[in-house]
């Protein structure tokens, strides 16, 4: 029977784990990723998991050993946030040219400089090319659900590449709330077993990973790892069905709030959705026919979804919490560029939101429907919610 | 090194799914000398064995004797090693445009 | 450990365990030390797994789709090689004890020039050691970067030429003494670390055999010339490494659990000055006036570490600091 929990985010995320069981975890603590490992470690002292826990000296080097461990056939896991993922950034590249799939759920914090502890999506946006598939979790039940799901679709012959789960940092992370958690036994059969292709422990076919590609090589295992993401976005909602089975819950690439007959639609990621939400349907009781989209999947990103649900639509704002400097940002651009052709484009809106932590009131989300009710959206112009002029 | 493959044919994740494939890659031809061994001053200690950087030289087991082998042109560089650290001096070092017709 | 007989015939009838057709240079000193460890280890029954940091070896002996390596390898980036040998023996543990392998011979070996060992990969190493891995580390210490060309290290000797510290009109290039490698791994305690040459191979397999069979992390540092940039001939890395122990630059010496140990005692010694003058690297600082002047205070440091040895080797004999990693 399914238990229902009320604990931390970072708890939820250790008990998936848990119940993953994977071969090695090998991990250096980062405020607010912190306690995910803290608590796994307690599983492991005393005795609840058997899995190999290595207290390495830095965030390079987690990712280093989690390489070396998957290669040698192990079901392997880290996790991080913000500068933790910019020290391991040259290993994650090759995490995912190795073709290995490991599972990390990364604590959304804001990358330095200045340093700042709190919430934001720029480490996410750090490895946004980095070949490695990107959940993204509003909230305690989706962090747990989808480092499940990201375990079963990483494995996958036809996709072997490593998964991010992304959850904020401190507001999951820290914030207590209730989650289902399913059968030990359930997850298990789940996520079943993985057997690699070529492991280092296989002295009898010894295999090299990792050469020297010179130009005549390089392009074409790049155009390999582009086909295990072409995999991945085929894959899912294969996953996303088995998944619905034994939970009841099902998922997809896009959460849909409200949108079906929404004239204005709203993008936004992870936790703050929920205020989103919270203020569609407000709006929604004063008759404003607007919605709400949250993405879970971001890489591969899921373009024909967002091409059919905002082809046709009035207005569509997208706040990004996350920034690209002299560029626009990350979400938002992706969504306009998805849109170019297609019959009938709406009016587009960029807001950047909660850089560092910094808190989205609902009177703030409220603000840029406002501009879209008034027209008042222009492509090209980036906003900012709650900054101080 | 003429064979290029397809992104298809090739292992994922850059695998090179097979042991010692650079026996493949002849790495004789870059040679500007090659060792000649005096066989009859050789003692068969076998430190040139030990030592050539390119494992080109053969060795075997005679009943309870070391044998030194064949000289394998196909790897050997000419570096010079062997002749370096032979104990009675039995290989010498000589160019390899003596050797044009083999 | 085996001796030549055993080799012979080890070779004879399994193979090689490091193959023909790398690329490195003619001469090369590290083939040698990668042939000897795996040698090693297979004659003793071992089945090694070997990773490899960036730099020479790795870059010339696994160029897609080309590998010299017959044992199971991994390359990940330049500065992590402990790191992820670490993780590939923590894989092993926990699929042993999972039962999901039941081979128990395998080894874990770990080789870094000194680029990835002195410098960008000081911490990985450190880290791996100090969480007491069961793996050998190699150094195969040609003192430079010198897969991209010979630029300086920690390990490049005072007024050795190099591409990022040359003598040049206003400069006499790199006047720092080399890190002492070994003694920083020795700092470590639950270690056995050493040092060998290419000049003794025998030396060098007798530790490999030590470091595999040491249940915790070992290290060997091996001097091995780059004949290219130390500017000698292709054939005289062996001989330059022999001129090496018997000047004191190089002395054989070992570390286990805080006992020191100088393994080879030369009767007499040879100026410091003959090994310098041998290398062609060298040619600029000998132009320059102040050649002699950095040339005593090598000798003056190679003769207090001699020292220095010989006292630590009286002070911690049948001494350890630990009995446990």
């Not at chain 1, 490895?127 to 499940?148: K, L, P, V």
């Not at chain 3, 290419?198 to 030590?210: I, L, N, R």
């Amino acid at each position: 029977m399914p238990v229902k929990l009320t604990v931390t985010g970072a708890h939820a995320v250790a008990h998936a784990m848990r119940q993953i069981n994977p071969d090695v975890v090998a991990a250096y603590p980062i405020t607010p990723q912190t306690p995910v490992v803290e608590y796994y470690a307690n599983f492991v002292a005393d005795g609840i998991v058997d899995t190999v826990l290595v207290p390495v000296e830095s965030e390079h080097s987690a990712m280093s050993a989690v390489v070396g461990a998957a290669a040698a056939g192990a079901r392997t896991m880290t996790a991080t946030a913000a500068n933790g993922l910019a020290l391991m950034i040259e290993i994650v590249y090759i995490a995912a040219s190795n073709r290995l799939p490991i599972i990390m759920p990364v604590v959304n914090r804001a990358l330095s400089g200045p340093l700042n502890i709190h919430c934001d999506h720029s480490d996410a946006m750090l490895a946004r090319d980095s070949g490695w598939i990107q959940f993204f979790t509003e909230n305690h039940q989706e962090a747990y659900d989808f480092m499940i799901i990201a375990t079963k679709l990483a494995e996958k012959e036809n996709v072997l590449l490593p998964v991010m789960v992304n959850l904020d940092g401190f507001i999951t992370s820290h914030g207590v709330e209730s989650f289902e958690m399913l059968d030990d036994e359930v997850v298990k059969e789940f996520v079943g077993t993985w057997n690699p292709k070529y492991s280092l422990l296989d002295t009898q076919n010894p295999v090299t990973y990792g050469p020297v590609d010179l130009f005549d090589y390089y392009f074409e295992h790049h155009r390999q790892q582009e086909e295990g993401m072409k995999h991945a976005y085929e894959e899912l909602p294969k996953v996303f069905e088995e998944f619905a089975e034994i939970s009841g819950r099902k998922y997809d690439f896009l959460d849909l709030y409200k949108t079906d007959d929404a004239d204005y639609i709203m993008v936004i990621m992870n936790s703050t959705a929920s205020t989103a939400k919270y203020v569609v349907d407000e709006l929604r009781e004063e008759g404003k026919k607007v919605g709400l989209i949250k993405p879970q999947v971001f890489t591969p990103f899921p373009k024909k979804e967002f091409q059919k649900v905002l082809n046709g639509r009035k207005g569509v704002i997208v706040l990004d919490r996350a920034m690209s400097f002299g560029k626009e940002a990350p979400l938002y651009s992706l969504i306009k560029s998805s849109l170019y052709e297609v019959p009938s484009r709406p009016k587009l809106g960029s807001y950047i939101y909660g850089l560092g932590g910094r808190n989205t009131s609902p009177k703030m989300i409220r603000q840029a429907f406002e501009d879209a009710f008034n027209g008042n959206l222009l492509a090209d112009e980036q906003r900012y919610l709650g900054l101080r002029e | 090194m003429s064979n290029l493959k397809g992104w298809k044919d090739i292992p994922i994740g850059g695998v090179i799914d097979k042991p010692a494939t650079s026996r493949q890659y002849k790495t004789g031809e870059w040679r500007v000398s090659r060792p000649v061994v005096d066989r009859e001053k050789c003692i068969n200690c076998m430190q040139c064995w030990l030592y050539c950087p390119d494992m080109a030289i053969e060795g075997s087991i005679d009943g309870k004797k070391m044998k030194l082998g064949a000289f394998n042109m196909d790897y050997c560089k000419g570096c010079g090693v062997c002749a370096a650290v032979c104990p009675v001096n039995a290989i010498e070092m000589k160019p390899e445009s003596e050797f044009l017709d083999e | 450990m085996p001796n030549i007989r055993d080799l012979v015939d080890y070779v004879e009838n399994n193979d090689w365990a490091f193959a023909q057709g790398h690329r490195l240079c003619p001469g090369c000193n590290a083939p040698m030390v990668a042939n000897w460890a795996t040698l090693a280890a297979k004659s003793l029954g071992y089945e090694p797994v070997v990773g490899v940091a960036t730099g020479c070896l790795e870059v010339s002996t696994s160029i897609f789709p080309y590998t010299s390596w017959n044992v199971p390898y991994i390359h990940n980036a330049f500065e992590n090689v402990a790191a992820t040998i670490s993780g590939v023996e923590s894989a092993y543990r926990s699929l042993r004890n999972r039962k999901k392998i039941d081979n128990d011979k395998i080894k874990f070996i770990a080789i870094g020039g000194d680029g990835g060992t002195y410098d960008i990969g000081l911490q990985s190493l450190s880290g791996a050691i100090e969480r007491g891995h069961d793996f050998v580390y190699i150094l195969y210490d040609n003192e430079g970067y010198m897969n991209t060309g010979n630029q300086r290290s920690g390990s490049t000797p005072p007024g050795a030429d190099s591409t990022t510290e040359p003598l040049g009109k206003a400069s006499s290039g790199k006047l720092q003494l080399k890190k002492s490698i070994v003694d920083i791994i020795a700092g470590h305690e639950g270690v056995y670390a050493a040092t060998a040459v290419t000049s003794e191979p025998w030396d060098f397999m007798k530790k490999m055999q030590e470091a595999l069979e040491f249940p915790g992390p070992a290290f060997i540092a091996v001097l091995a010339p780059c004949v290219r940039f130390w500017r000698i001939p292709d054939d005289s890395g062996v001989e330059v490494t022999k001129l090496a122990v018997e000047t004191k630059y190089w002395p054989l010496w070992q570390y286990n659990m805080g006992v020191y140990k100088v393994t080879k005692k030369p009767k007499t010694f040879k100026p410091v000055k003959e090994y310098i003058t041998k290398l062609g690297r060298y040619n600029k600082l000998m132009k320059r006036p102040d050649a002699n002047e950095i040339i005593e205070e090598l000798q003056n440091y190679v003769n207090a570490k001699w020292d220095r040895l010989l006292a630590l080797e009286e002070i911690t004999k049948d001494k350890p600091i630990r009995t446990k990693i």
